[in-house]
Structure formats: C-alpha cells, structure tokens
C-alpha cells in the first residue's frame, strides 16, 4: 500500500513539475513580447515615425516577429501602434502621442 501511495505522488509531483515549467516559460514569453511592444512604442514618441517590422530573438532562441504602424493624426495626436507574434500568440498595444 504504501509502495502505491509514493508511486501517485511521485507521479502528481512529475505532472505538476511539468506545468509549472510550461507556466515559466508562456510567462517568460509574454514579458519578453510585452517588452518588445513597449521598447518600439517609445522609439516611435522619440523618433522618427515611420512603420515598419522586424524579428528579434528571446534569449533562449524563440523568434518575435515585430510589427508596428505611425499614422498621422491630421491636427490629432498621431496613432502608434506595435504588434509582436511568436508561436501561436500575438500582443498588440496602441497609443496615441502628439507630433
């Protein structure tokens, strides 16, 4: 009995090892992609506006593929905004900022 009993928590302890590590690392990704999103919105304040793209790299490899726009708001603040995609998910945030 007690052989059964540590071969189900050795078990559990695997499977929940396991998620967290998954958890990390979909949590490391999202911070990575919300950092990249907010590093090209303040480039955009600070410089020139203009759209364009790139694809940087995680330092554990995994591919970003940035993407960002500038329109000009006419008399408005201009609209900026910047999309990163990586693996199935995707963050896009948008501001606005004065030319």
Do not use: K
């Not at 998620?19 to 303040?42: C, M, N, Q, S």
């Not at 506006?49 to 000009?72: C, K």
């Not at 006419?74 to 606005?96: K, M, Q, S, Y």
């Amino acid at each position: 009995m007690a052989l059964i009993l540590v071969a189900l928590g050795t078990a559990t302890l695997a499977a929940m090892t396991t998620a967290v590590g998954r958890g990390l690392v979909a949590a490391r990704h999202d911070a990575t992609a919300t950092a990249l999103t907010l590093a090209r919105l303040d480039e955009l304040r600070a410089g020139p506006r203009a759209s364009g793209s790139d694809t940087p790299a995680s330092s554990d490899g995994t591919p970003f593929t940035r993407e960002w726009t500038a329109q000009a708001g006419r008399g408005h603040p201009d609209t900026l905004a910047a999309t990163v995609a990586w693996a199935n998910h995707r963050i896009t945030l948008a501001t606005e900022a004065r030319p």
